[in-house]
């Protein structure tokens, strides 16, 4: 069992900057990958971004390549994903995941054991 809480989003203005933060708790942190999805509302939750147990291995959307970075902190058991030059396209749902199958992650959301509850991202024009 993997329990995870989303924290850091709100509201900024387009070109700024937030940290998601996930903190997890329950199974050893380094045994399973992480990834972060969104949603907004009428469309599928779609990829973000992951990272892989070790941490070594890190994978983007196209859209985000260049603005955003995942991590993982194995001491404090947690995930963060890092938003910079945010566009009102980003706003939405953001949600992390556990991956316990995968050693580095996924870009499906299928393949995800565990859910946050997530947290909102909006951006101004």
């Known amino acids: 069992q993997v329990h995870l809480v989303e924290s850091g989003g709100g509201l900024v203005q387009a070109g700024g900057s937030l940290r998601l933060s996930c903190a997890a708790s329950g199974r050893t942190f380094g045994s399973y990958a992480m990834g972060w999805f969104r949603q907004t509302p009428g469309k599928d939750r779609e990829f973000v971004s992951c990272i892989s147990r070790n941490g070594f291995v890190r994978r983007y959307t196209d859209s985000v390549k260049g603005r955003f970075t995942i991590s993982r902190d194995y001491a404090k058991n947690m995930v963060y994903l890092q938003m910079n030059g945010l566009k009102p396209e980003d706003a939405a749902l953001y949600y992390c995941?556990?991956?316990?199958?995968?050693?580095?992650?996924?870009?499906?959301?299928?393949?995800?054991?565990?859910w946050g509850q997530g947290t909102q991202v909006t951006v101004s024009s």
């Open positions: 995941a556990a991956d316990l199958h995968h050693e580095m992650g996924s870009v499906s959301k299928d393949d995800y054991d565990y």
